[in-house]
């Protein structure tokens, strides 16, 4: 069975840091682009940023300058280092991924986590 499973979430101040990781495990026999998607409450889901097999990536243009990602194609795992915070930042972070599986391609997502951004 194929997760994602995302770990780095939680309550930083406005100007702080966190770094969210997503790693993928199960019977994967190629991984394509990752990413990272947010939805803030009341807004509809966003991308932030993602990252193809190559190492292109591609950001959101609020989170430009502020966020890098990166990943680890031997752990099957991405980052987003969020530096500089913002309140409007709040929201639950899902990582998504495009695999191919046992059961063929498609995409999979993480369970989400929390980043809250305030005084």
């Known amino acids: 069975q194929v997760q994602l499973v995302e770990s780095g979430g939680g309550l930083v101040q406005p100007g702080g840091s966190l770094r969210l990781s997503c790693a993928a495990s199960g019977s994967i026999f190629n991984i394509y682009a990752m990413g990272w998607y947010r939805r803030a409450p009341g807004k509809q889901r966003e991308l932030v940023a993602d990252?193809?097999?190559?190492?292109?990536?591609n950001f959101a243009d609020s989170v430009k300058g502020r966020f890098t990602i990166s990943r680890d194609n031997a752990k099957n795992t991405v980052y987003l280092q969020m530096n500089s915070l913002k309140p409007e930042d709040t929201a639950v972070y899902y990582c998504d991924a495009d695999l191919y599986t046992i059961g063929g391609r498609r995409r999979y997502w993480g369970q989400g986590t929390q980043v809250t951004v305030s005084s």
């Open positions: 990252i193809t097999s190559s190492g292109s990536t």
